[in-house]
């Protein structure tokens, strides 16, 4: 991590801003369970490095985390071909299973009803 005029903080490796510092310790004091819907085709962040941090910190505790990911979602969930932020979308539709993958979730972790 680096300082920029001591405002943002910047990745190392990828240069992005970092909004949460510290991130890693922040989600190992996570103590609920925790869903990530990640898109395999999300371009403003990169799904495979997310699921890693996760794994390393929330996936370590007794069963909280619950992964699913969805193959042509973008960073929206949204069914699409690249991911691209350029891309044009002749309409908005959710990945197949969004909805049922949410909906069985909370049920599992007795959010609701």
């Known amino acids: 991590q680096e300082s920029f005029n001591g405002q943002i903080e910047l990745d190392q490796t990828t240069k992005s ?19 990530a819907i990640l898109g395999e085709k999300d371009y403003v ?3 495979r490095n997310t699921l890693v941090i996760y794994k390393e910190t929330i996936g ?7 992964i699913k990911t969805f193959p042509n979602g973008n960073h929206s969930i949204i069914k699409c071909t ?8 002749d309409r908005y539709e ?20």
Do not use: A, H, Q
């Open 45 to 47: 962040v990169n799904w």
């Open 94 to 113: 959710i990945c197949d299973g969004y909805l049922e993958t949410m909906s069985n979730w909370l049920k599992e972790n007795e959010f609701g009803n």
């Open 17 to 35: 801003i970092i909004l949460v510092p510290n991130f890693k310790n922040v989600l190992n004091e996570i103590r609920c369970p925790v869903l």
């Open 60 to 66: 370590l505790k007794n069963n909280l985390l619950t």
């Open 82 to 89: 690249t991911g691209s932020v350029n891309e044009k979308m």
